[in-house]
């Protein structure tokens, strides 16, 4: 299956700060989907990146997708005690199932 | 309009026993994948179902098999369990196997003692 990489593993940050995650493929990606999942929660769909150098916002949230395809960013501007939880990518494999990345775990200090 | 729904929530197991998993897809939805979730590690695909076939298959042992049925439901048997086998196991829904976005349902938290 497709391996995607995401660091950091773990990111504290006090509230207000921004944060930043990064998703790594060795190969080159159709697409690329962002994910949150709130502790004891099941991932959510953030949003799908398609195009080379693409980047879209929602909100505080800004998503990248690498020129090469082959790597994408979740960035979150002044972060909320909202925003606490596992942020992972998915890519898919040539059959178009989806892959997770190890995901990055954000907590917000108050 | 229901989203993704499964049953049960949790389920409680020996070793070498067999459980089954059960997945309603959200209305309209017609592929279903299932993704196995240890504690604090990223969902890792098992297979996915699409008209009743499976499509596609993770790195998972025969032990864990599945079906679709008619109205798009999907069941997830595990055989012989493993302590290993512990974990979240959760069940997606999309239309078609197009790369749309995988709507989850809440989970079946799995323990093998």
């Known amino acids: 299956g497709q391996q995607v990489m995401q660091i950091p593993q773990y990111q504290h940050v006090q509230e207000g700060e921004d944060f930043t995650t990064y998703c790594n493929s060795s190969?080159?990606?159709?697409?690329i989907q962002w994910y949150k999942q709130r502790p004891g929660g099941h991932p959510v769909f953030l949003i799908q990146?398609?195009?080379?150098?693409e980047v879209k916002k929602q909100k505080r949230l800004t998503f990248q997708f690498g020129e090469a395809k082959k790597n994408s960013s979740l960035h979150i501007t002044a972060t909320q005690t909202t925003d606490v939880g596992t942020y992972f990518c998915?890519?898919?494999?040539?059959?178009?199932?989806?892959?997770f990345g190890t995901g990055t775990s954000l907590t917000v200090i108050p | 309009d229901a989203g993704v729904t499964q049953s049960p929530t949790h389920l409680i197991k020996t070793r070498g026993q067999q459980v089954t998993l059960r997945c309603s897809p959200k209305?309209?939805?017609?592929?279903v994948s299932w993704y196995q979730q240890a504690l604090g590690q990223g969902p890792q695909f098992i297979f996915q179902?699409?008209?009743?076939?499976?499509?596609q298959r993770g790195n998972f042992p025969d032990r864990f098999s599945g079906h679709q049925f008619p109205n798009y439901s999907s069941e997830l048997n595990v055989n012989a369990l493993l302590l290993g086998d512990s974990a979240l196991y959760l069940c997606?829904?999309?239309?078609?196997?197009?790369?749309?976005?995988?709507?989850f349902g809440s989970g079946t938290q799995l323990s093998v003692l």
């Open positions: 998915a890519a898919p494999n040539t059959g178009n199932q989806f892959y």
């Open positions: 997606a829904s999309s239309y078609r196997d197009s790369g749309e976005k995988l709507f």
């Open positions: 209305s309209g939805h017609d592929t």
């Open positions: 190969t080159t990606l159709s697409n």
């Open positions: 179902y699409y008209e009743e076939e499976e499509r």
């Open positions: 990146l398609v195009k080379s150098g």
